[in-house]
Each structure stands twice: as structure tokens, then as C-alpha cells.
């Protein structure tokens, strides 16, 4: 079982560049999820998905934008990225059904912005 | 707004120590979730348990055990005889039912297992 693919792994940018994160699910759930990770703070979300063609925003979601066009994938956009957005992101995806609520993650990626 | 408090940043044990890392939360919400996740060096989260606001049976898991106290608000981790492959990160975590069930996150404590 896949569960949560996250593409790519590592990724390292200049100022200004602009990259797409992909998240991928073969569980089909309806929520999905975009973390960061910094040292220290745990994980604070970007964006989340309530279904196919919805996007809402988290605690911190600015720099960033979020595509829900598929139900199995979440895509997550820097158009132009800034140091501070070097971070270590993660995805994730939940049932709808609340007798579950658990969260299941990706595997992270890395981003370095110079 | 929720928070979610790990006040040990970090702990070294020697192995077979018992362990229990701290987990305080705050919430006005009567119905909520509680988690823990495993961070290993390989950087990956991994699901440990959940706990819901109405059930405050502690739990155990083979050397895992979880106190859930409603009158402290806390969510604490026993691990017992800890082994080198318990070493990693620990996150607890919280949910309740807004804004897609997100998960507010404590700021993790480093556990360090030696032989």
C-alpha cells in the first residue's frame, strides 16, 4: 500500500523561483492536509481540502496556493519562493468519517531556499 | 484557539529506563481528539494512537501506555523498558471540529535512547 506519496523528496530553489509540491493518496479520502515543519514549532498547517475542487486556508497560509482538482491529489504552490519558506513539508489525508480521524502523512519533502 | 504544550524539549534515558513525556492542552471545545506521533531519524510521522474527549481510559500497547486527565488536561506517554529504537521525536496533538479537523501540533520532544 502507497498510502501518501509526496514529490520530490528534496528540492533546493533561489529567491523568486516558483515550484509545485505534489501529494498523492490511494486511500480515498475526502480530507487532505498541508503542513510545514520548522525546528521546534511542530507542524502548522498551510491549506486543507474538504473534498474535490475545495481548498481552505490554515494557520499560515501565505506565499502559498493549493489545487484540489483530483480527489487523490493535493498540490501545493510557491510562486515565489523566499527564504522563509525553507521548511520541511507534509501532506496528509483522513477519511471523512469521523469514527477514524486519524491523519495519515507523507513522507515529507525538504526545501532549501537560497 | 487551541494550543498544545510539550514542555520537554528534549530526554536522554538509558536503555530499559521507563519514560513518560508530557503533553498539556487547551481547548474550549467539548469534543475533541487527541494524538500521539512518532517521528523517527528517517523524518517519516507515524500514527501512534487516538484519544477522544469522551474516553478517558488510559491505554496500553505492548511497552507504550497513555494517561488521558481531563482535570489537567493532559495526554501523557509512558514507554517502558525504552529501547535504542524508541529514540525520535514525539508529537502530540490535537483536533476538534472546525477547519477540517486540523491538527494543532505541540512542538515535539527529541527522545534519545542510549545502550
Known amino acids: 500500500n502507497a498510502g501518501v506519496t509526496q514529490t520530490p523528496k528534496f528540492r533546493v530553489l533561489k529567491t523568486g523561483q516558483s515550484m509545485t509540491l505534489l501529494c498523492a493518496q490511494d486511500?480515498?479520502?475526502?480530507?487532505m492536509y498541508w503542513y510545514r515543519q520548522d525546528p521546534g514549532m511542530g507542524l502548522r498547517l498551510i491549506h486543507y481540502?474538504?473534498?474535490?475542487?475545495?481548498?481552505a486556508k490554515g494557520e499560515v497560509p501565505d506565499g502559498y496556493n493549493v489545487s484540489r482538482l483530483k480527489k487523490q491529489n493535493f498540490l501545493l504552490g510557491l510562486e515565489s519562493a523566499a527564504p522563509s519558506q525553507t521548511s520541511v513539508y507534509f501532506c496528509?489525508?483522513?477519511?471523512?468519517?469521523?469514527?477514524?480521524?486519524?491523519?495519515?502523512f507523507g513522507a515529507g519533502t525538504r526545501l532549501s531556499v537560497l | 484557539a487551541q494550543k498544545v504544550t510539550q514542555a520537554q524539549t528534549e530526554i536522554s534515558v538509558v536503555e530499559k529506563e521507563d519514560v513518560t513525556l508530557d503533553c498539556v492542552y487547551e481547548?474550549?471545545?467539548?469534543?475533541?481528539?487527541l494524538f500521539w506521533y512518532k517521528q523517527p531519524p528517517s523524518g517519516e510521522l507515524v500514527f501512534l494512537i487516538r484519544r477522544n474527549s469522551f474516553d478517558e481510559q488510559n491505554e496500553i500497547s505492548g511497552r507504550y501506555s497513555w494517561n488521558f486527565q481531563k482535570s489537567t488536561s493532559s495526554f501523557n506517554f509512558t514507554i517502558t523498558a525504552s529501547q535504542v529504537v524508541d529514540s525520535a521525536v514525539y508529537f502530540c496533538a490535537l483536533s476538534v471540529r472546525n477547519a477540517g479537523n486540523m491538527l494543532t501540533f505541540g512542538g515535539g520532544t527529541r527522545l534519545m535512547v542510549k545502550p
Open positions: 486511500m480515498n479520502h475526502e480530507y
Open positions: 496528509a489525508s483522513r477519511e471523512i468519517a469521523g469514527a477514524k480521524n486519524i491523519q495519515y
Open positions: 481540502s474538504v473534498g474535490e475542487g475545495t481548498t
Open positions: 481547548t474550549r471545545d467539548t469534543t475533541y481528539y
